[in-house]
């Protein structure tokens, strides 16, 4: 099964072609099944494969130890080797995992600093993936600590490998087929939500939610099936159930609360709150975590601002697994959800095409952090409102109004 994933991946989601590089990166306790996901690039003509497989105690023991001057010196840390492989063309293929409470013991800025020194090491790869000159894709892989965390059995890893298989649907008869079924269901209620122009959405429930939100515009929801520039289609996120856009970030105004936990650099922040005014966050809190929460948010410029709103179903296939993952990939696929930092060039009218001040003079977030959270409850309702000022109701109990999608 899982050769037939990582199939899946190469194959359905990143459509490698012969002799095309593929950088992989992944936790060094998943060797194994790197070494499965290169045997099935090798099958389809790949002949240079970079490995950039990290050993997140080695990683723990370097931030304990050394100051971030030292850290800089590490691959761990140095990501230029992403920037080569971008510019000739690679696939990407980025296997999550979790080692939850691994980072407990370290600063939260100076894990924070850290990353940010990372991404701006990776700057020429970020740029062509965001003018969608890059195919990758996200997909995870489990560890045991991580499976531990979501399985509570005599074989953990196994189950969540299972669970991962079944999601994603690599153990149905015909998996391609039934990928694709979905990401056109999916495309349709993009194209309905496109077509209604929205300027502004407004959600509540009962946990406390009560928050507005506006739209550039011009703006242009989409999903995780992307169209690269060379007019080949990928799928960035396996799995996927979201369907997304990027707000004006001066407009967020009101208070959000959390529906699932969010694991940060294998740092647990739970049960927390956001409260937003003019597109700032100004003020949270949370049962635990909140150190690690304020350092999202003051990471780097215009990281206390949004740059994506997502929309998906409280009975998506993950949420009715009615499990929580601890991990971002999953989660965010089964909840409605909101992200710190920074936005999607793709996510307004010709915006592949603009520079970074260009999309800022849009209201689009220009930050190097991108942290999704969960928001999405059964009884979530948002309200749309029009550029022409009428009033529809986009979600009603967790769902998307049924009436809206016929």
């Known amino acids: 099964m899982k050769e037939k994933y990582a199939s899946m991946i190469l194959n359905e989601c990143l459509r490698v072609k012969k002799g095309q590089s593929i950088f992989i990166s992944a936790n060094s306790e998943r060797s194994d099944f790197v070494r499965i996901l290169a045997n099935e690039a090798y099958k389809i003509g790949a002949k240079d494969i970079y490995f950039d497989i990290v050993d997140v105690n080695i990683k723990h023991d370097m931030l304990k130890n050394l100051d971030i001057e030292e850290l800089k010196n590490s691959t761990y840390f140095n990501k230029e080797k992403w920037n080569e492989y971008a510019k000739k063309g690679a696939a990407f293929v980025m296997l999550a995992s979790e080692t939850p409470g691994l980072m407990n013991d370290i600063d939260s800025d100076k894990q924070n600093e850290a990353f940010i020194y990372s991404q701006r090491t990776r700057e020429e790869f970020d740029i062509l993936r965001s ?50 079924v979905k990401l056109d269901k999916l495309v349709k209620h993009k194209n309905i939500l496109n077509s209604l122009h929205i300027k502004k959405l407004i959600y509540k429930n009962s946990i406390g939610t009560d928050f507005s939100i506006e739209l550039p515009k011009n703006a242009i929801w989409q999903t995780g099936r992307e169209m690269l520039s060379n007019g080949e289609e990928i799928l960035v996120n396996f799995p996927t159930e979201e369907i997304f856009t990027s707000p004006d970030s001066l407009s967020a105004n009101g208070i959000v609360y959390s529906s699932k936990p969010l694991m940060y650099h294998d740092s647990l922040i739970s049960n927390f709150w956001i409260k937003f005014k003019d597109g700032v966050a100004i003020d949270c809190g949370a049962e635990k975590g909140l150190d690690v929460l304020k350092s999202i948010i003051n990471s780097c410029e215009n990281s206390n601002k949004l740059g994506e709103v997502a929309l998906v179903e409280y009975d998506s296939p993950i949420s009715k697994s009615n499990m929580i993952f601890y991990e971002t ?42 942290v999704d959270f969960m928001i999405g409850t059964e009884d979530l309702n948002i309200k749309a409102i029009t550029a022409d000022s009428k009033e529809i109701d986009i979600f009603i109990n967790g769902n998307f109004n049924k009436d809206l999608l016929e």
């Open 329 to 370: 990939l999953y989660d965010e696929n089964a909840s409605c959800h909101l992200a710190l930092g920074d936005s999607f060039p793709e996510c307004i009218k010709n915006g592949i095409d603009m520079t970074k001040e260009e999309l800022n003079s849009n209201n689009l977030n220009q930050c190097r952090n991108h």
């Open 131 to 180: 003018k969608s000159n890059v195919p990758w894709c996200i997909a995870a892989v489990p560890t045991l600590s991580w499976a531990k965390e979501v399985f509570n059995s005599n074989n953990p890893v196994e189950d969540l490998w299972n669970k991962i298989f079944e999601i994603c649907g690599v153990n149905n008869e015909d998996p391609s087929n039934e990928l694709n």
